[in-house]
């Protein structure tokens, strides 16, 4: 009945107002009331757990921001392969053992190493063989000062998302170019300081 009263009074008041409409002014003066449902399906994404392959990819992200190689390595399958991009690095495929070597080397040369996740997108349209594609920007101290670049790792997981079978890393090439001669050659004083220490 109050709705009703309300709904003759804003009718007498569009006559003065003729370009607000009563509909239009109930649901501006409702709506922090009785605030927009979602739509079932929103509703459910929101509420959905994460997909296994989702769960290793974060997961790798947060070994990599503890530099806790065993953690980066142990969700590889034995054959997984590491391909470098893009094509002009010239750089072949690492497998799992040279890959926690390269780890272990890193360690030493990229101080307060950290990862930032800036995108993840889940592909789950094969699902003998779920992908995820992730974009990272990455940090880290190093002899040559700051380190800066950007990543983009394409992850292929086995049927059970939980082991990787392939990734192709893409980076900034051109970073790559500048900063390893300069991280090179800063390297090469820092040892020449210490043997003269």
């Known amino acids: 009945r109050d709705y009703f009263k309300t709904l003759k ?3 007498e008041v569009n006559h003065i107002f003729p370009s607000m409409s009563p509909s239009a002014i109930l649901d501006n003066s409702d709506s922090a009331h009785h605030p927009q449902k979602l739509p079932r399906s929103q509703t459910n994404k929101r509420t959905m757990p994460d997909s ?8 790798l992200v947060d070994a ?3 530099m806790d190689v065993p953690a980066i390595i ?5 054959s997984c392969l590491r391909h470098f991009y893009p094509t002009a690095m010239a750089q072949p495929p690492q497998d799992t053992n040279t890959y926690a070597k390269s780890l272990n080397s ?3 040369i990229f101080r307060n190493f950290s990862l930032t996740l800036d995108e993840l997108i889940e592909d789950s349209s094969n699902p003998q063989r779920p992908r995820i594609c992730m974009w990272l920007s990455a940090r880290a101290d190093t002899a040559a000062g700051e380190y800066v670049n950007e990543y983009v790792w ?3 997981f086995d049927e059970s998302g939980e082991r990787i079978v392939r990734t192709k890393e893409f980076s900034d090439n051109v970073m790559a170019r500048d900063f390893f001669p300069k991280l ?5 004083r820092e040892r020449e300081r210490k043997v003269a220490e």
């Open 184 to 188: 090179k050659e800063a390297m090469g």
């Open 106 to 108: 890193l360690r030493t």
């Open 74 to 78: 142990a969700p590889r399958t034995p």
């Open 52 to 59: 296994p392959q989702k769960r290793t990819a974060l997961a």
């Open 154 to 156: 394409l992850l292929d």
């Open 9 to 11: 009074a804003l009718r």
């Open 64 to 66: 990599f921001n503890r």
